[in-house]
């Protein structure tokens, strides 16, 4: 830990050197540039990777005065390990059968899954969800809430209902206390890393032309049993897999079923997968063309 005061600093919750790989093919500069889509603009920028997909203090934890930044040393650390696999994927110069490249990988895709502001606000909402319910129960089952409206009541013009006094606990913010996303986010990222492993890796191989697209939740869990499609559980049914673009012209797509192995892709497979990166995105699509493609935020 260092003591306070520090510098705010950002923290990439999409690597930088992951999203050099969807950069436009012509730009070869340290920090290229990238097609950038946003839900809440619909005219499209070409922005430097160094830029984007970062937020100030993200990983950082704030403790007795001092500064904790060793999830992100945690992070660098992953990406510094698999960055040469990326480059030998490329080529298609890695056997899927190398356990140590394998695990690597897979820890960084699992780690990648959790270490988003989307999987930040599934927390949030999972959290607060449940904080309300255990409360309107604990009402139910402790309390005697007619005496209470009796007395909440009395003296007043505009009587509250039961409904809505219990209704009224919905409206409640909570907020996750101090360091509880970055706990969740080991946890969850270890415990996905053995089901990603030990699931069938297919890597999908398109053209230059028309190239595979990643976003700011660049780890895509596809369960048809899922009533929400943005939700990142479900890795572990049999039904489900994960999408994972690595970089424009190569996408891994892991399942419980089929023969390991590169496959080459016509235009109908790229364009659904990246249908499903693009519908699972928050805000931001990131491609290395001008793509007849949009972010859509789930219903």
Request: glycine share 2%; hydrophobic share 40%.
């Amino acid at each position: 830990m260092s003591r306070l005061p520090e510098k705010k600093r950002s923290d990439h919750y999409v690597p930088q050197f992951y999203l050099n790989e969807f950069s436009c093919v012509d730009d070869v500069t340290t920090d290229p540039r990238i097609w950038v889509y946003d839900i809440e603009n619909p005219v499209p920028k070409k922005i430097r990777t160094n830029r984007i997909a970062k937020i100030k203090n993200f990983y950082r934890l704030f403790e007795d005065g001092s500064i904790d930044d060793s999830l992100d040393k945690a992070l660098q650390y992953f990406e510094s390990e698999v960055a040469p696999i990326f480059r030998k994927l490329r080529r298609e110069d890695i056997s899927l059968e190398n356990i140590h490249s394998r695990y690597k990988l897979g820890r960084f895709i699992s780690f990648l899954l959790a270490r988003t502001p989307q999987f930040r606000e599934h927390i949030n909402l999972f959290f607060q969800n449940n904080t309300k319910a255990g409360l309107i129960d604990y009402l139910n089952t402790n309390v005697n809430v007619e005496k209470e409206l009796q007395m909440l009541n009395e003296g007043r013009r505009q009587r509250i209902t039961k409904q809505e006094f219990v209704s009224s606990f919905n409206k409640l913010k909570i907020n996750l206390a101090p360091g509880s996303f970055q706990f969740v986010l080991i946890e969850s990222a270890k415990r996905m890393i053995v089901p990603v492993c030990s699931m069938k890796w297919l890597l999908l191989r398109s053209n230059e032309a028309f190239p595979f697209v990643t976003s700011d939740a660049p780890v895509v869990v596809d369960n048809p049993e899922a009533t929400d499609p943005s939700v990142w559980y479900g890795y572990e049914k049999r039904t489900a897999k994960v999408i994972f673009p690595m970089n424009r012209n190569l996408c891994l797509l892991t399942a419980w079923t089929g023969r390991e192995g590169y496959y080459k892709v016509d235009e109908d497979v790229v364009f659904d997968m990246n249908s499903k990166i693009a519908s699972h995105a928050m805000r931001y699509l990131f491609s290395p063309i001008q793509y007849p493609i949009s972010v859509v935020q789930d219903a």
